[in-house]
């Protein structure tokens, strides 16, 4: 019985300071956009990050036979 004495502060002090984290994310805009992140995985920019163009060609810059020797 008597460890339910330490328990309920020790419980209450972790309670105070998981409300106060709770307001400091809120603040600092944590909470503001749930939708974007799920959302910008399906757009299609991989094209860009392969070195492809919008076509599904290889871009110009990627090509080895457009690039100078370097010998």
């Given amino acids: 019985m008597e460890v339910i004495y330490s328990l309920i502060p020790g ?4 309670g105070l ?3 106060a984290v709770l307001i400091w994310a809120v603040k600092k805009g944590q909470y503001e956009d749930m939708e ?3 959302n910008r995985i399906l ?8 070195g492809l163009a919008s076509d599904g060609k290889k871009s110009e810059a990627d090509n080895p036979e ?3 020797n370097m010998r």
Avoid: T
Wanted: without cysteine; hydrophobic residues 50%; proline residues 5%.
């Fill in 11 to 14: 419980m209450m002090f972790f």
């Fill in 17 to 19: 300071i998981f409300l």
């Fill in 36 to 38: 974007g992140n799920a």
């Fill in 43 to 50: 757009m299609d920019d991989d094209e860009e990050m392969m």
């Fill in 66 to 68: 457009s690039k100078p």
